[in-house]
């Protein structure tokens, strides 16, 4: 399940063969029937989400059936390029200090 915008590449990366995929509006706040929902769909398999949506729903979905999948960004090129720009403009910038 997820609350993301554009969840289709999430999906596409986890789903095998029946699996249900549940689309939230990015940002979303799960109501208590959504979430009732959620867990009545899941039953006793594994609820997998997104890292964000992973916080909001922490405690409310038994911990031992909820997990996130983890993203890691990365540069595919010129990333100490990016660095140095970034500490530049915060060393510049009075209203970053």
Same mark, same amino acid.
């Given at each position: ?18 699996? !249900?995929? +549940?689309? $939230? ?7 208590? @029937? ?5 867990? *009545? ?22 911990? !031992?059936? +909820?997990? $996130? ?7 595919? @090129? ?5 660095? *140095? ?13």
């Amino acid at each position: 399940m997820a609350g993301i915008a554009k969840p289709e590449s999430f999906f596409a990366h986890l789903k095998k063969g029946n699996d !249900e995929c +549940l689309i $939230f509006p990015d940002h979303h706040n799960f109501s208590e @029937s959504e979430l009732e929902e959620i867990k *009545k769909k899941a039953g006793n398999k594994i609820i997998v989400t997104t890292e964000k949506d992973y916080v909001r729903l922490k405690g409310s979905i038994l911990s !031992e059936q +909820l997990y $996130f999948l983890p993203i890691k960004s990365s540069f595919l @090129s010129d990333e100490d390029n990016f660095d *140095k720009n970034i500490l530049n403009y915060v060393g510049q910038s009075t209203g970053n200090r």
